[in-house]
C-alpha cells in the first residue's frame, strides 16, 4: 500500500507540474509508473524511480532515465532524454526540474511546442503554468514568425513575447532587429527600441530609429511603421530622415509619409 501511495504521488505531482496540468481533475484518472526500480521512503517524503521510467495519468505521459520527487517539498527532478506530451503540448529537454508546482526548468536542448508555437533555448522555464522564459540560442516560432535572441518571454494569456536582450523578428515580409523587442502578437504590433533596423525587401523598404512600432494590421488595411528619435527610411533610391516618421506600407508596394 505505501508503495503504491508513493507511485502516485510521484505520478500525479511530476505530471502535473510537467505538463502544465494544474490540478488533475479526475480522481479515478488510471495513472501508472514503470521502471526498472522505485522507492519511497516514508520519512524523508522521498520517491525515485530508475531505469527506463515512463510515468502516464490521462493523455499524459512523461518518460526519462531517472526520475526524483519529494513530497514535502514538492521539489524533484526528471532526467535522461526526457519527453513529456500531453494532448497538444510537448517537452523535451535531458533535464526536468520541478521548483514548486507553479515552476518548473528544462535545460539541455530544451523544446516546448505547444499549438502554433514552438520555442526552443539551451534552458526553458514555464512559471504559472502561463509565462514561458527561455535563455540561450533562443528561437520562437509563433504561426508565420520566427524571434531569435539570446532571451525570450512569452504570456500565453496575453499573447504577448518580448526579447529583451537583442534580437530579430523574420517573417515573409522581411526583418526587425533591436536591442529591445515587444510584440503584441493578437493585434501584430511589434515594437523595437535601440539601433532598431527594419527591412522589407518585397516593398523596397529599409528603415530605422530609436524607436520603431510596427503595426501589421492597420485601420485602412496597410501596414505602418512609426519611426522615432534619429528616424531615417529608404524606398528605392528615395531617402527621408527626421526626428519622427509614419510610414504607411501599401499592398502594392509604394509607401506613403506623413
Known amino acids: 500500500m505505501r508503495k503504491r501511495k508513493g507511485k502516485a504521488a510521484l505520478v500525479t505531482a511530476v505530471l502535473a507540474a510537467v505538463l502544465n496540468m494544474g490540478t488533475l481533475q479526475a480522481a479515478d484518472e488510471p495513472s501508472s509508473l514503470e521502471g526498472e526500480s522505485v522507492s519511497y521512503d516514508m520519512a524523508t517524503g522521498e520517491i525515485t524511480a530508475e531505469g527506463g521510467i515512463t510515468l502516464k495519468r490521462g493523455t499524459a505521459t512523461i518518460t526519462g532515465a531517472r526520475a526524483s520527487y519529494n513530497t514535502k517539498t514538492q521539489q524533484g527532478e526528471i532526467t535522461g532524454g526526457v519527453i513529456a506530451v500531453r494532448d497538444a503540448m510537448r517537452l523535451t529537454a535531458q533535464t526536468v526540474t520541478l521548483e514548486s508546482a507553479d515552476a518548473i526548468h528544462a535545460t539541455g536542448g530544451a523544446e516546448i511546442t505547444k499549438d502554433d508555437l514552438c520555442l526552443t533555448a539551451a534552458s526553458l522555464s514555464v512559471f504559472d503554468k502561463d509565462r514561458y522564459v527561455a535563455e540561450g540560442d533562443v528561437r520562437a516560432i509563433k504561426a508565420d514568425k520566427t524571434f531569435t535572441g539570446a532571451r525570450a518571454e512569452f504570456t500565453q494569456s496575453a499573447n504577448y513575447m518580448l526579447?529583451?536582450?537583442?534580437?530579430t523578428m523574420t517573417t515573409a515580409?522581411?526583418?526587425?532587429?533591436?536591442d529591445r523587442m515587444e510584440g503584441w502578437l493578437t493585434e501584430e504590433h511589434y515594437r523595437g527600441t535601440g539601433n532598431v533596423h527594419v527591412v522589407s525587401p518585397p516593398r523596397s523598404f529599409e528603415g530605422g530609429g530609436d524607436t520603431v512600432d510596427y503595426f501589421a494590421k492597420a485601420e485602412d488595411g496597410k501596414g505602418k511603421c512609426v519611426l522615432d528619435g534619429n528616424a531615417w527610411a529608404y524606398q528605392g533610391n528615395n531617402m527621408l530622415?527626421?526626428?519622427h516618421l509614419t510610414v504607411y506600407l501599401a499592398n502594392t508596394g509604394n509607401l506613403a509619409v506623413e
Open 241 to 243: 530622415k527626421s526626428k
Open 163 to 167: 526579447i529583451p536582450a537583442g534580437g
Open 173 to 178: 515580409d522581411g526583418t526587425f532587429t533591436a
